[in-house]
């Protein structure tokens, strides 16, 4: 079996999330190529040569590329799967975007989210908010493939000696374009990739309820901010703050939720943590049932006093 790996990126680094697909797509067993699609982005082939597991670098530089437009990049990768068994992308904003496309342009069903690797044609997968586990079997001759990336270990990021190959140029499909990105840009680590998280929840009750208790625990711990979507819907935190179902789903090493009552949404972006610790006055809130370690109290209380003693 040989697999097509999508690399996530922002022509300038390896993302993350690529490192998870990486691990999954050596699970499936066989050779692994990693498909670096952008503009000016020799430096992210370099490094994704140098991943543990990858074989080959497909390089793909071209002008159409540079915003990773689905409709330019999808075709391309579409065409380059004559030659591969499984396209496997990251279920990252990017990677939902392109994995749906190749799927319908192969005319096979794309296997979403996986967080297990069965056997090569047998994988599992969350459904009803991750509440169950679905066991999914394939019989598609090519499989399309997205990743959780909380699910696998990150590839190394050297050891590997993967020769890169330049791929033909890409054409624009003219049907959408690039205007322009606000990025949101903090001092603190990304999301997705924060060892320590503090979230806030709608219990905080104001934009600046949320960072005056929020943002200075997170400073003192070093910890990337989240938010629930109630917290988001209400206007306490941005959008990229969100954390859940429909927001970005974490596994950190510790997750501190403030006034979060656990709604099942929520709890299916960040239960796979390694230590959740909860901060609610109802003693009854869901988020109990996942934490590890709860505390009871009012948070304008126990948050300062948390604060104050790191």
Do not use: W
């Amino acid at each position: 079996m040989s697999i097509l790996v999508l690399a996530e990126h922002d022509n300038a680094e390896l993302k993350d999330a690529t490192l998870a697909a990486v691990t999954a797509a050596t699970q499936l067993g066989g050779e692994v190529h990693v498909l670096v699609a952008g503009h000016g982005c020799a430096a992210v082939a370099d490094a994704a040569a140098k991943v543990a597991g990858v074989a080959k670098v497909l390089l793909a530089d071209d002008a159409a590329l540079a915003a990773a437009l689905p409709e330019n990049v999808a075709p391309l990768a579409a065409g380059l799967m004559a030659g591969y068994d499984a396209f496997v992308a990251p279920a990252t904003s990017r990677g939902k975007n392109i994995a749906p496309r190749v799927a319908a342009a192969l005319d096979v069903a794309q296997i979403s989210e996986i967080l297990s690797v069965e056997a090569p044609d047998t994988f599992t997968r969350p459904i009803y908010a991750g509440n169950a586990i679905a066991t999914v079997k394939t019989s598609d001759a090519k499989k399309v493939i997205t990743v959780r990336g909380t699910a696998f270990a990150k590839a190394a990021t050297s050891g590997g000696s993967a020769s890169i190959e330049t791929v033909g140029s890409a054409t624009d499909a003219g049907t959408a374009r690039f205007v322009g990105a606000e990025l949101t840009k903090s001092a603190r680590p990304e999301l997705t990739a924060a060892k320590i998280i503090v979230s806030g929840g709608r219990a905080l009750g104001s934009s600046d309820k949320f960072h005056e208790y929020i943002d200075p625990l997170a400073d003192k711990l070093g910890a990337a901010v989240g938010a629930s979507r109630a917290a988001v819907d209400a206007g306490y935190a941005p959008n990229d703050y969100q954390v859940g179902q429909t927001g970005k789903i974490v596994a950190p090493e510790l997750y501190v939720a403030v006034g979060i009552s656990g709604a099942i949404q929520h709890l299916a972006g960040m239960k796979d943590s390694k230590i959740i610790v909860a901060i609610n006055k109802d003693e009854e809130a869901p988020i109990f049932q996942v934490a590890d370690v709860g505390l009871v109290g009012d948070l304008f209380t126990l948050v300062p006093e948390l604060t104050g003693k790191l």
